[in-house]
């Protein structure tokens, strides 16, 4: 579903006036919100693009005291980002990991938060719950993964570990007072969502004029197993049309997959382009994509689909995706796992005219301020 386009008017922001001789009611205070996040990564995708805006958009709202606090140091600096020690590990997309919890801990104290946002289970989630409630604050974990695609990510078979990582996730989200998803969670965590996770996007992402469409295959982010780039591979050696695919991106499998593509005979088809940040030259990348591939069959949203479709690109993208009900009809969908189905939507799409009339309308009803003004509402009625 897409993102509510109605803006709230929050009790800080309405003109009182004195009715019968009674003084007006106090205007609320801000609600004080931080949003904990371990998988922040100078390269990385949906959650930090999350967070970035959400920073933006509460730097103007009144109704909002807004923090967050990742492992450092990182790059971009933005106003109520907060950093703790951290150690880097995965140097594709600069992921770190905390050095424990106490400073983490020590950043919520000073703050004393009205609501806690978790978005991992893997930093000390019982002991951070647990504390940040003794603070009085209410605690929310934010479901943006699943077993499915973290077992994914693991090495050997996948089903192997599902019961593993699934008592893992019953157990994180034990403490916390409720969950927030774009999906179902119950299988997952053993409760359902109590919020609905929103998405959004940048201003950049619509329709451009003079933007010249190619005719090569586009996917954007980043190069692991889990986000179905194999299969994609897989699909561009059965197409007889040869197409050129384009990867944008950085990641673990980066060496594999070239070692793929010459085992298939695509490495002359295929180039290799570094992450791209910048939300303008993104959607001019999408638009001039001869189709837009997301080829993930556990994507827990699906950002990158979502953008491009309100860019005026063919999209293309499995059906078990969220964000194709939010596309309003403009991505073609394979079955997943089925690599002969991708390849057909892939040349369906490439046949395709997009149209930038929907991308349009898409990509005015779905901005970052409507989706987080919603998501205020539900974290005052949640304390209230």
């Not at 909002?64 to 951290?86: A, F, I, K, T």
């Not at 290799?272 to 001039?288: E, H, I, T």
């Not at 964000?323 to 089925?338: I, S």
């Amino acid at each position: 579903m897409p993102p509510e386009t109605s803006t709230p008017v929050h009790p800080g922001t309405r003109r009182l006036r004195v009715v019968s001789g009674r003084r007006p009611a106090a205007p609320a205070r801000p609600l004080r919100v931080v949003d904990v996040a371990m998988f922040y990564g100078e390269r990385s995708g949906g959650i930090r693009t999350y967070l970035d805006a959400k920073l933006r958009w509460s730097a103007g709202e009144p109704g909002v005291d807004h923090h967050v606090v990742v492992p450092g140091p990182v790059v971009r600096r933005m106003e109520g980002l907060r950093e703790v020690p951290s150690l880097r590990v995965v140097a594709a997309n600069g992921y770190r990991v905390p050095l424990g919890a106490g400073a983490l801990l020590r950043e919520l104290r000073a703050l004393a938060p009205d609501v806690v946002l978790l978005h991992d289970p893997f930093w000390r989630p019982l002991g951070i719950a647990r504390s940040a409630r003794e603070l009085g604050a209410r605690v929310i974990g934010v479901h943006h993964g699943s077993v499915a695609l973290d077992a994914a990510g693991l090495p050997g078979p996948d089903r192997a570990w599902h019961p593993v990582l699934r008592r893992w996730m019953h157990r994180a989200h034990r403490e916390v007072d409720g969950l927030m998803a774009a999906l179902p969670t119950e299988r997952d965590t053993g409760r359902p969502p109590a919020l609905r996770l929103r998405f959004g996007l940048h201003p950049a992402f619509r329709p451009q004029e003079g933007v010249r469409r190619g005719d090569h295959v586009l996917y954007v982010g980043r190069l692991a197993r889990e986000k179905g780039v194999f299969e994609l591979l897989h699909a561009a050696a059965r197409s007889p049309d040869g197409w050129p695919l384009r990867l944008v991106g950085s990641g673990p499998a980066e060496g594999r997959l070239r070692a793929l593509a010459q085992r298939l005979g695509l490495a002359h088809r295929l180039s290799w382009r570094p992450y791209v940040g910048d939300p303008a030259r993104l959607a001019r990348a999408y638009q001039s994509a001869g189709a837009v591939v997301m080829p993930g069959a556990h994507e827990t949203f699906g950002l990158v689909g979502f953008e491009a479709a309100a860019s005026g690109a063919a999209v293309v993208a499995c059906r078990t995706a969220p964000a194709v009900a939010a596309m309003g009809g403009l991505a073609r969908t394979y079955r997943p796992g089925d690599v002969a189905d991708l390849a057909e939507a892939i040349g369906v799409a490439r046949a395709s005219e997009p149209d930038r009339g929907v991308a349009a309308a898409l990509a005015a009803r779905s901005s970052w301020d409507a989706a987080f003004s919603a998501e205020l509402e539900d974290l005052r009625a949640l304390v209230a």
